[in-house]
């Protein structure tokens, strides 16, 4: 028996739906996990980051608990709740002042490949921003402060000095 063309609303509908299920998946970047994700207050940090960094970086939906991310889903700034707290290091640690807000301290690294990756210093829980090598060479980091609100949302146990 030959098959039958699809009628033309049932069509419209499951051309839709392909469509909205390829528009999801083209924006969700993958993340993974932090060991200390679960932490209840990684929950408030995420929710509370800006829907948009820097200069029209837009927000991503991400595939693992207390992240999210921002900017083209091929090159993402990802931020992730709930990283191991770095203990004391030789590494440059920077106060980063929010205008009108908290002042939050980073550990900032370079990576061999040009990107870098910024976690919060003496805060629990932990908060990183790893921003590649792609965004790096094409913009300043300074949306970092943007963060801070979201950021306060931890524990400050210690301080750079």
């Known amino acids: 028996m030959p098959l039958q063309p699809l009628s033309r609303p049932l069509l419209a509908v499951v051309s839709a739906a392909g469509v ?6 083209a924006s969700t970047v ?10 209840p207050v ?16 837009p927000q991503h939906d991400t595939t693992a608990q207390a ?3 921002w900017g083209d889903p091929s090159a993402p700034l990802v931020l992730r709740c709930g990283v191991e707290p770095p203990g004391p290091t030789t590494d440059h640690c ?3 002042e929010t ?7 980073w550990v900032v690294v370079e990576g061999a490949d040009g990107d870098w990756t910024f976690t919060t210093y003496g805060r629990v829980p932990a908060v990183e921003l790893h921003v590649p090598a792609a965004v790096a060479r094409e913009r ?7 963060l801070g609100p979201a950021v306060a949302l931890t524990a400050q146990e210690r301080s750079c000095l």
Do not use: E
């Open 99 to 105: 205008p009108g807000g908290p002042s939050i301290d």
């Open 140 to 146: 300043s980091t300074a949306f970092v402060d943007q």
């Open 42 to 57: 990684c929950a408030s940090v995420v929710l509370a980051v800006p829907d948009s960094l820097g200069d029209g970086l």
């Open 30 to 39: 993958p993340a993974q996990v932090a060991p200390h994700a679960t932490d």
């Open 20 to 25: 909205a299920v390829l528009a999801g998946c």
């Open 94 to 96: 920077q106060t980063v």
């Open 67 to 69: 992240t999210t991310a």
